[in-house]
């Protein structure tokens, strides 16, 4: 192909844009035509007023180090990223068929909990049939027995659910990893569009009615809210967005939820209680009955925060639950689903609760607290990587690949002495997407959060987030084509 911006681009059979052959993929002729027009000089200039207005706009993360708040911007990249729509339509397939599953396990690991003591049966029935080992579903370390009775019977314990996501070289599309307890990014996928419109409008524009809107997910978003209302409650559902302050990273994208939610925005103090056994809000010097709490905070923070009346939040969400006039969306406990061991059982959880085989491809995984599995791969590290199971997701992934033969001797030394703290796994490597680097389009690797929604029905929002890379945290808008 030729044109300014791709001179040099280097060609690869996983590039999202560029073929093998040098020519552009389905869908990218008009993009990059128009891309084009606005030259180099011109991406570059769009850049910086990204940066400017996403500055102005608020639209950080914040990290703690050394006990001091980082608060770090999140870049756009200019160029978008297309998904088409053959690729949505497995996508959100995919993702809903799993969120279906972790769901279906969820219920089923947290209701031998709630049997009688007497009862024989009291194993998981996934347990049972020999799918999922006991101690997984018992013992993991994501599991919380108090949260049994934090959901209404019948409830979806994960409301929001979000999937990470990469397309391997030979095109089929990957999941990595899942977040089934305050999933993040829908407010920066929002806020993403919002910058590329302000800026980029043209190339926006360009993509007519063939581009989903993501403010089209809101709606989605509000009803699956409303239907994780307990049942009773008298008229609309009100809901509330519960947030743990400026103190949470992701506090910028919990005002956007808000916002886009038309909630009040609230913290563990705003919350009292009512003469009912429900809460209610301080909101501009009032009070606001609160049948659902969209909660964006912590599960292990819950006990640490008093609600206005000096009662611990968990307890207080725990008591209006119990009588049923709350709902919480996410219900917590449920890292016990997705957390790095977790991961390796979706499969088989989606062919034991659904009856039907995975859509969406995951890396091979070891889980190496099974002695077979750690004798497998111990001579094996150097190809694999090694993911702590405790933590959201697990939080240290090692890349064998690039380990020192020392790095990986102390590795295995470490992971001898307590195997049930790690899974290893089979790196998949992403697809890359045009990017702009020093004022030329190179590719880079990225991956894909798609965010579901489960209510009445379970159904992924017309929106997705895509990351370049890891370091810097870049973003890209996402383009979700017809």
């Known amino acids: 192909m030729s044109g300014e ?27 990059v035509a128009a891309l084009e027009r606005l030259g180099a000089a011109g991406l570059v200039a769009a850049e910086e007023e990204l940066a400017r207005r996403r500055q102005e706009r608020g639209v950080v993360v914040g ?25 949505w339509r497995a996508v959100s397939a995919g993702t809903a068929q799993r969120h279906r599953a972790l769901n279906a396990f969820l219920a089923d690991a947290y ?78 996928a929002l806020a993403d569009r919002e910058s590329a419109r302000a800026v980029l409008p043209q190339l926006v524009a360009g993509a007519g009615d063939r581009l989903r809107d993501p403010a089209d997910a809101v709606p989605l978003l509000a009803g699956a809210l409303a239907d994780a209302a307990p049942p009773g409650v008298p008229g609309r559902p009100r809901t509330a967005v519960l947030t743990q302050g400026e103190s949470d990273g992701a506090w910028f994208e919990h005002r956007v939820l808000a916002e886009a939610l038309d909630a009040p925005l609230v913290r563990a103090g705003d919350l009292w209680p009512r003469s009912d056994g429900g809460v209610e809000a301080a909101v501009d010097g009032g009070r606001v009955p609160v049948d659902v709490l969209y909660r964006r905070f912590d599960d292990a923070l819950l006990g640490a925060y008093p609600t206005g009346a000096g009662v611990p939040l968990d307890l207080a969400l725990t008591e209006a639950v119990r009588a049923g006039r709350l709902g919480l969306a996410n219900v917590p406990g449920n890292g016990v689903a997705d957390d790095a061991a977790g991961y390796a059982w979706v499969p088989a959880m989606i062919r034991f609760y659904l009856g039907e085989e995975p859509l969406l491809a995951s890396a091979r995984t070891w889980v190496l607290a099974d002695p077979d599995a750690w004798a497998e791969v111990a001579g094996r590290l150097h190809e694999l990587e090694v993911e702590s199971v405790a933590g959201y997701g697990g939080r240290r992934v090692v890349h064998g690949p690039a380990c020192s033969a020392d790095e990986l001797a102390a590795l295995r030394a470490e992971i001898a002495a307590a195997p049930h703290r790690f899974v290893a796994r089979e790196p998949l490597v992403p697809s890359t997407a045009p990017a702009l680097v020093d004022g030329c389009l190179r590719p880079r690797p990225v991956e894909l959060r798609v965010f579901s929604v489960a209510g009445r029905t379970t159904t992924a929002l017309p929106l997705a987030l895509t990351r370049v890379g890891s370091t810097p945290l870049v973003g890209k808008d996402t383009w979700l084509l017809r």
Not at 5 to 31: H, K, M, N, Q, S
Request: charged share 25%.
């Open 111 to 188: 209701r031998p909990a709630g049997r009688r003591r007497g009862d024989a049966d009291r194993a998981a029935e996934i347990v049972r049939a020999g799918a999922v080992p006991e101690w997984a579903v018992a013992h993991g370390p994501g599991r919380d027995p108090g949260a049994v009775s934090r959901a209404w019977p019948g409830q979806p314990r994960a409301t929001v659910a979000a999937a990470d996501l990469v397309r391997t070289a030979d095109g089929r599309w990957a999941v990595v990893r899942d977040h089934l307890r305050t999933p993040a990014g829908i407010g920066y």
């Open 5 to 31: 911006l791709f001179a040099g681009y280097p060609t690869d059979r996983t590039d999202e844009a560029v073929g093998a052959d040098g020519r552009l993929r389905d869908g990218w002729a008009g993009p």
């Open 63 to 87: 990290t703690w180090v050394d006990g001091r708040q980082q608060l770090r911007p999140v870049p756009l990249d200019p160029v978008p990223r297309l998904l088409d729509a053959g690729a």
